[in-house]
């Protein structure tokens, strides 16, 4: 007990008036940096103990670092594969941070992206059509999808009182289900050459794909394609933070969203309809799971197929989380999760750090995230007003 | 004690400014080592001085499997152990990295790429065409195409299949055997399969066969249903079958665990890919054999051959045979052993044809 005592009084005494330097000399910007100050703690730790894990496995913390670093930052094409990776992301990280501003905990991300896949390959394998309609079409067939996957837990929410947490979890196996039952049978969803034995889609035409940034870039990718071309999802990403963050506090329903997540009882008294708050928002959370989805099929894959792009919707709950539920904030999280992503390739290589590492970093800066009281205690801030304390969900029930 | 804890954390704390910093630095030198070794393949010649440096890409997976990636990787390690290679791995987490992962050791000047598993397929080919000077080992990868600087590893499971069946039928006291596939879509099931029903055959004409495909479910289905293998090899043990072949992935193990459970009648079991005995720790009281490819050793002559300069890209037949009996040591009768070694030459030299169709006509 001690001795934690006086490691925290070294730090107080030693990093306290660091930081107050730091704000000093910023001025007017620390008070802009205040909010991301625990969550680039957070990180900071994170990094520090998995450097000590990284040593005990008999590896050196240093080179895993530059290869990370070098994987993700190192060249344009490590750059590019980091952006492009950041995309899903992005969207997951979206749409979980929207429904926890209505107090709502979306854990249903995964089955929504998986069914914006699904949808956006339909329509991209299915119709023929210009490049105009039928790109659009691809991308809403996934908005929809999703839409369509979130919706029902909202609207089952507000009807019944049916939890959310429950509902998205078991419409993700549903997803998975549905994923596997249309990807193997050629009758439905599965590509029918005959040679292929994989649970995938055929090739969405070429008037569905979502173009590269830089024009000319897409001649490389195919089916199995290296996701290091820039395309104008990323672009579609930030435009959904600006929007996302525009929606919250500069529009109407936005102000319902968060009054509804601040007091439902008190959003009732003011007139606002919070059954409709509450399915709509899980609606808009789904589409914004599913656009994801899409833009993966559309930019990345060319295809849906089973087993690609597993895990995103999960990850996107601490993206949400270390971005505390900002869209700012959720675009950079997913740029440093997509960095630790990218960057693991480079650093297996480099220094034969396992790739687990990146998973144990990841959970430690969700803990520090979750438990900011540590983080807090552990480097003397103090936290200033209630705006800083984070309140993730409000517990069960209406 | 605790000041020292605070320094090494203070340490760390200024290390990680400091390695953002490095990383800038990092990427310049590591471009050298690349066009290091890019430099020294031209020239290289008949010059041996370099070290073959050889990547593992693994499928979504681990290195340590107990399956196709460890087998693979086995065998790369013994090329470093007997060739003196460098070697280096990288495990995959995603999909959609396959291309990614392999460009990785392709810019980074290595020699030789080996990719594990059919699901890297594509991005194997992809990858060779784009770097016609590196070598690309695809395991269980067959080439419809030939690129000579790619050979897919594939294996005529249809052999080993039929090793299994002439033990099972050698090692039958009731005069039925079973086995217990994935699905027959997959072409080495099938061979795997159809390899056993004919191997038994020619053993023991009379020979009674149950055999099943899990045909009837989706592939996601087919290799991972445990519980269909068990009610499976539980039947056909209801019916005296006293040896089950067990091979489709999860299904297949199910049927071992099945046998594993009446091992006082004196039912055995054969296990599939690699030794199961290692793999499927449960089954070890009553498994008899495995019928294996031997990955390791295909994936290391293949490396072998790029440094002898015989390498050919095309398909590349590994070879196939029968796991060690384990505890079956004392059980299997000399001259059991003495006739299946034959029949393990023979298979391999194309003495004794097993005229399984490649896939299910």
Redesign the interface.
């Known amino acids: 007990m ?2 934690r005592r ?2 925290a009084d ?2 107080k005494t ?1 990093i306290a008036p660091l930081l107050a330097s730091v704000q000093a000399r910023l001025g007017p910007l620390a008070g802009m940096l205040r909010p991301i100050l625990v969550p680039f703690l957070a990180v ?1 730790s994170a ?2 103990i998995g ?2 894990v990284i040593a005990i496995s008999g590896r050196n913390p ?1 080179l895993a ?3 990370l ?3 993700s ?3 344009g094409r490590a750059i590019a ?1 980091t952006l492009v990776r950041m995309t899903p992301y992005v969207f997951g990280g979206l749409a979980v941070a929207l429904a926890f501003r209505a107090g709502l905990f979306n854990i249903g991300g995964e089955g929504q992206l998986l069914l914006g896949t699904l949808a956006g390959a339909w329509v991209g394998y299915q119709l023929a059509l210009p490049a105009v309609i039928h790109l659009p079409l691809a991308l809403l067939a996934g908005v929809l999808a999703g839409f369509i996957w979130g919706g029902i837990p909202g609207f089952l929410k507000s009807r019944t009182g049916a939890h959310e947490v429950i509902t998205t979890i078991m419409l993700n196996y549903l997803a998975i289900g549905l994923a ?2 249309l990807l ?2 050629n009758r439905l969803m599965k590509d029918p050459s005959p ?1 292929n ?3 995938r889609t055929p090739l969405i035409a070429e008037s569905a794909h979502l173009p590269a940034l830089i024009p000319g870039q897409d001649a490389y990718p ?7 071309i820039v395309h104008w999802g990323v672009v579609l990403a930030v435009l959904a933070t600006i929007a996302a963050s525009f929606f919250l506090w500069r529009t109407v329903w936005g102000f319902e969203v968060r009054t509804v997540g601040a007091n439902p009882s008190a959003g009732r008294y003011a007139g606002i309809n919070v059954p409709r708050v509450i399915t709509l928002i899980m609606g808009v959370s789904g589409a914004l799971a599913g656009l994801g989805g899409a833009i993966q099929v559309t930019a ?2 060319y295809r849906a ?7 995103y919707g999960f990850d996107a709950i601490a993206i949400a989380l270390l971005g505390k539920n900002n869209p700012f904030g959720v675009l950079l999280a997913a740029l440093l999760f997509a960095s630790l ?1 990218s960057g ?3 650093m ?3 220094s ?1 750090v ?2 687990d590492i ?1 998973a144990v970093i990841q959970a430690l800066i969700l803990i520090f995230v979750a438990a900011d009281q540590l983080v807090r205690w552990l480097y003397r801030i103090r936290a200033r007003g209630l705006e800083e304390r984070t309140t993730l969900t409000r517990g069960w029930g209406r | ?3 020292r ?2 320094t090494l ?2 340490l ?2 200024l ?2 400014p400091a ?2 910093a ?3 630095e ?2 310049p030198t ?1 471009p050298p080592q690349t066009g290091g070794g890019g430099q020294a393949q031209p020239t290289q010649g008949g010059a041996t001085e370099e070290k073959l440096k050889i ?1 593992l890409v693994t499928d ?1 997976g681990r290195l340590n499997d107990k399956s196709f990636n460890e087998s693979s990787w086995n065998g790369v390690l013994r090329a470093r152990d007997e060739l003196g290679a460098q070697v ?4 995959t ?9 392999i ?3 392709a810019t ?1 000047g290595y020699d030789i790429i080996v990719t594990v598993g059919f ?2 397929g ?2 194997t080919i ?1 990858a060779a065409k784009k770097y016609p000077d590196i070598k690309f080992i695809g395991v269980d990868q067959f080439q ?1 195409e030939e690129i000579p600087n790619l050979a897919g590893l594939i294996f005529e499971e249809d052999k080993a299949g039929y090793l299994a069946g002439a033990l099972a039928a050698y090692m039958t006291k009731t005069g039925k055997i079973g086995a217990v596939l994935g699905t027959d ?2 072409p080495p099931v099938w061979r795997f399969g159809e390899g056993y029903r004919v191997g038994a055959l020619a053993t023991k004409p009379d020979v009674e066969i149950s055999l099943v495909y899990h045909s009837d479910v ?4 087919a290799f991972t249903d445990p519980e269909w293998g068990k009610l499976q090899a539980n039947s056909m043990m209801d019916k005296d079958v006293d040896v089950i072949f067990g091979a489709g992935g999860i299904t297949g193990n199910g049927a071992l665990l099945a046998v594993a459970e009446r091992k006082d009648t004196g039912v055995m079991a054969i296990g599939v890919d690699t030794d199961q005995y290692y793999t499927v720790t449960e089954a070890q009281s009553v498994l008899l054999s495995s019928a294996i490819k031997r990955l390791d050793e295909g994936v290391f002559d293949l490396i072998k051959a790029v440094q002898d300069g015989t390498f050919k890209g095309g398909n590349f037949v590994g070879k196939v045979g029968l796991a060690p009996f384990h505890e079956f040591e004392d059980d299997v009768p000399e001259d059991v052993k003495q006739k299946l070694t034959e029949l393990e030459q023979k298979l391999l030299s194309g003495e004794v044809k097993t005229n399984v169709s490649p896939v299910k006509p």
């Open positions: 001690t001795k006086e490691i070294g730090m030693r900071v990094l520090m450097a000590i240093l670092y530059a290869g670093i070098d994987g930052w190192g060249s594969g596997g039952w193997n049978d040679t034995v994989i649970a195919s089916a199995s394609a290296a996701p290091e990345v894959n197929i089973l087993g690609f792009n597993v895990g992503r693991s390739t480079r297996q290589s480099l034969g396992n790739a990146i | 004690m605790q000041k804890l605070f954390f203070l760390l704390a290390l990680v390695l953002a490095c990383g800038g990092a990427a590591a990547g979504v280096d791995a990288i495990e987490q995603d999909p959609n990295d396959y291309a990614k992962n460009d990785e050791f980074q699901a890297l594509e991005a992809e419809e879509v997959v989706g592939l996601d289905k």
